[in-house]
């Protein structure tokens, strides 16, 4: 079965200084990979998706994210974050079953600082 | 842009009430699937559908049912309400092999 395990719950950052938001996942076979975003009383938006193409991924808002099939990671990462970004977000493993349904890590909030 | 809707935003009910959510998207998506979000647990999979009349259990089917009787259209069922099923429900869609649109969520009490 796969799974997916966000390192840290809560992260805080100034504004313009980098994010690096955690995720270890669990997968028999080639995953694929996602990261979601939730702003305050609001659904899930996609910033950016791993499907075996390229290892380093580029989503939206400047967000990307580096699949390591060696330590079993997607870590996400921005450069310089902005007051905007902070939201909880998702790391999430397509399930090779269940019609793709998808498996999701537990979250992360984070926060920007000004 | 894929438009999934649910049709409430809050939603208070009493135990014992059957309680409806909907949910509409304007895609023809065959795929629709329900979670429930709590803190700490991330979304957990209720059911999903792949065609008209067609449905799966999820990890947390328990004291849930759905009905898809038009492929627009995904409905959550909550039999007889019970207070640990005050949550945020979230419902989403996909075709093929593109990834699950999602709805902006229904926050539901049992009271």
């Known amino acids: 079965a796969q799974s997916v395990t966000q390192l840290d719950s809560h992260v805080s950052v100034s504004e313009g200084t980098p994010v690096l938001l955690r995720c270890n996942y669990s997968?028999?076979?080639?995953?694929?990979l996602f990261w979601y975003v939730q702003h305050p009383n609001k659904g899930l938006q996609l910033l950016l998706k791993?499907?075996?193409?390229?290892?380093l991924v580029k989503g939206i808002n400047g967000f990307e994210a580096e699949f390591k099939k060696s330590e079993t990671s997607f870590h996400l990462t921005k450069p310089s974050a902005h007051m905007s970004d902070a939201a909880e977000y998702f790391c999430?493993?397509?399930?090779?079953?269940?019609?793709?349904?998808?498996?999701f890590g537990s979250g992360t909030r984070l926060q920007v600082q000004p | 842009d894929v438009k999934v809707t649910q049709s409430s935003r809050y939603l208070v009910k009493r135990t014992g009430e059957k309680v409806f959510l909907e949910c509409v998207q304007d895609m023809d998506h065959e795929n629709m699937f329900w979670y429930r979000q709590d803190p700490g647990l991330g979304l957990r999979l209720i059911y999903f559908?792949?065609?008209?009349?067609?449905?799966e259990k999820g990890d947390i089917p328990e004291g849930y049912s759905v009905s898809r009787e038009k492929k627009e259209r995904f409905s959550l069922i909550l039999e007889s309400a019970s207070t640990n099923q005050t949550s945020m429900y979230l419902c989403?869609?996909?075709?093929?092999?593109?990834?699950?649109?999602f709805g902006d969520g229904t926050r539901l009490s049992i009271l």
């Open positions: 791993y499907t075996s193409a390229a290892t």
């Open positions: 559908s792949y065609d008209v009349k067609m449905k």
């Open positions: 989403a869609s996909r075709v093929g092999g593109q990834p699950q649109h």
């Open positions: 997968s028999s076979y080639s995953p694929s």
């Open positions: 999430v493993v397509s399930r090779d079953t269940g019609r793709r349904a998808l498996t």
